[in-house]
């Protein structure tokens, strides 16, 4: 059975001047237009479509891919704004997703990006975008997540205690201000860590592993960005926390903590500005000897 609004492996069934007719199950038979048939096929192959339905409410196939399909919380961008029914967006198909007025949480320009949940209306079967839903996650079961897990999450909200989001697209979780130290935008996806999972279902969330765990691996990447730069880099203690994020992906903190042990175990040394590796072939990360005698300034 074909699962509107998904990508599916439907059989074709039969050629026509239109294109070629794929099995649905209950659906019945579902045309893929000509634009989209493989130039070689015979009836029984199987190919992978999107169903979706057209702008005449038929059931149809692609083969392209939506930037996101039934279920899923994207960034998409107003293609148009039809004063009786609501926006249009651009989700990667030759039919705009409609963005019902009902569905809006505020006016909405032609070029703005908006952050949506797709989903199927139950009484048309129409695939439709909402601002509203972003929270109606479809799991049933409280998130089983540990602290410490990494996961992917998508920014929703700005609040005072810091940004909501939507972990792995199900679970609402919150990322706080004070653990936030480069500039986040609504619908940024990021990847981060699990900092509590909370009895009421919701994840407190982090940009950076906690403890020991984040200094070591990521110890082992800055002497590997040393060694492809030849022994050198200008990054150091002062280095600004946007830069230290865009280059490592880590906060200042975790990675002044990298250095402190990178140092202590005589792998590099401060050059004010910037850090250099020293000849230590012996080191690995995680092994520790004595601090050296240089006093830094």
């Known amino acids: 059975?074909?699962?509107?609004?998904?990508?599916?492996?439907?059989?074709?069934?039969?050629?026509?001047?239109?294109?070629?007719?794929?099995?649905?199950?209950?659906?019945?038979?579902?045309?893929?237009?000509?634009?989209?048939?493989p130039r070689?096929?015979?009836?029984?192959?199987?190919l992978e479509v999107f169903v979706y339905r057209?702008?005449?409410d038929r059931l149809v196939a692609s083969t392209e891919t939506p930037r996101a399909t039934v279920g899923e919380v994207a960034t998409l961008k107003v293609v148009s704004v039809?004063?009786?029914?609501?926006?249009?967006?651009?989700?990667?198909?030759?039919?705009?997703?409609?963005?019902?007025f009902r569905e809006q949480t505020g006016p909405l320009q032609v070029g703005q990006d908006v952050l949506v949940r797709i989903y199927l209306d139950p009484k048309t079967e129409r695939i439709v975008a909402s601002m509203k839903k972003l929270d109606k996650h479809s799991a049933q079961e409280p998130p089983d997540y540990r602290a410490g897990q990494q996961v992917e999450f998508v920014i929703t909200e700005k609040t005072s205690l810091g940004y909501k989001a939507l972990v792995e697209g199900m679970h609402p979780g919150l990322l706080y201000h004070q653990s936030v130290s480069v500039p986040i935008v609504i619908g940024q996806k990021l990847k981060g860590f699990v900092r509590a999972p909370r009895p009421d279902g919701k994840i407190d969330l982090s940009l950076d592993d906690a403890g020991y765990r984040r200094v070591t691996p990521l110890a082992a990447r800055i002497v590997q960005a040393l060694r492809?730069?030849?022994?050198?880099?200008?990054?150091?203690?002062?280095?600004?926390?946007?830069?230290?994020r865009q280059a490592f992906g880590t906060s200042k903190k975790a990675f002044k903590q990298a250095l402190?042990?990178?140092?202590?175990?005589?792998?590099?040394?401060?050059?004010?500005?910037?850090?250099?590796?020293?000849?230590?072939?012996?080191?690995?990360?995680g092994s520790t000897r004595?601090?050296?005698k240089q006093k830094r300034s």
């Open 1 to 37: 059975m074909a699962n509107i609004g998904q990508r599916n492996t439907l059989t074709i069934v039969r050629d026509s001047t239109p294109g070629v007719y794929l099995d649905g199950g209950e659906h019945g038979e579902i045309l893929l237009p000509n634009r989209y048939v």
């Open 40 to 46: 070689r096929f015979v009836p029984g192959d199987r």
């Open 54 to 56: 057209d702008s005449q």
């Open 82 to 100: 039809n004063p009786k029914i609501g926006a249009f967006l651009d989700w990667g198909l030759a039919k705009d997703l409609l963005l019902p």
């Open 228 to 244: 492809a730069k030849g022994g050198r880099l200008e990054f150091d203690d002062d280095s600004s926390p946007v830069a230290i």
């Open 260 to 285: 402190g042990t990178l140092y202590k175990s005589r792998r590099i040394r401060f050059c004010q500005p910037g850090i250099e590796l020293l000849d230590n072939t012996a080191w690995s990360p």
């Open 290 to 292: 004595p601090a050296l």
